[in-house]
């Protein structure tokens, strides 16, 4: 099940989209004016449906404002099919389109083959505010910049992630990231997160807290 959000002023074809979707089980939200979403509420949605010609922002403008903020899958749902149109919303961060008139197997197909896509590439890649982690490559990115960490810098890093809000010691840390039988001290680690925090420095941008007695914590 996947959370989804349709926008389209022409509401029985928004009512349509809605009934298909929630047949296979997904939540969807349906706006019929689009100067009403709510922005601070977007990042909660797995898959955006959106409807090119509408009143007050149409749907290129949408996408532009809104792909800064979600790295979900977006769709457009449009009655352009001239190659210029298609061209110009895919470039704006949409990454599909649906041209209408379009059945409800087409709909089903193009949304669920999306959020099997998003599933797949999700179990390979942890997102927390700015920083991704690519498990597969042992890389943390920042916004689009890759930060070059030692391994024991990017374990740390990624097991910090992985439990964020929780406080851990040094020492849990130490036994978690170089092993029980490491002959390192806890110094190390307050070594390497000194390292991390100047690598991320430039970026104004610190996610790795310190909680004074106990340890570090990843909070953003």
């Known amino acids: 099940m996947a959370n989804i959000l349709a926008v389209d002023d022409d509401t029985a074809i928004l009512n349509m989209i809605g009934n298909i979707l929630k047949r296979d089980g997904h939540q969807v939200t349906l706006i019929s004016d689009p100067l009403t979403l709510n922005s601070d509420k977007i990042q909660a949605y797995d898959l955006i449906l959106l409807d090119v010609m509408m009143p007050g922002i149409d749907g290129f403008d949408l996408c532009s404002n809104i792909r800064s903020q979600v790295d979900c899958p977006i769709i457009f749902i449009t009655a352009k099919t001239d190659e210029g149109s298609l061209v110009e919303g895919l470039s704006l961060g949409a990454d599909d389109y649906i041209c209408k008139p379009f059945g ?29 982690f690519l498990l597969t490559n042992k890389v943390m990115m920042l916004d689009d910049h890759e930060i070059t960490l030692t391994k024991a810098e990017y374990e740390i890093c990624e097991y910090l992630g992985r439990n964020k809000g929780q406080v851990f010691s040094k020492e849990q840390i130490l036994e978690k990231v170089l092993g029980y039988d490491s002959d390192s001290s806890d110094a190390t680690i307050t070594t390497h997160i000194k390292n991390i925090r100047t690598k991320l420095s430039e970026y104004d941008y610190m996610p790795i807290k310190t909680v004074w007695g106990i340890g570090y914590k990843w909070e953003e």
């Open 104 to 132: 409800v197997m087409e709909l089903r197909a193009r949304v669920n083959a999306h959020i099997r896509r998003e599933k797949r590439e999700h179990v390979a890649r942890l997102s927390l505010g700015r920083i991704s």
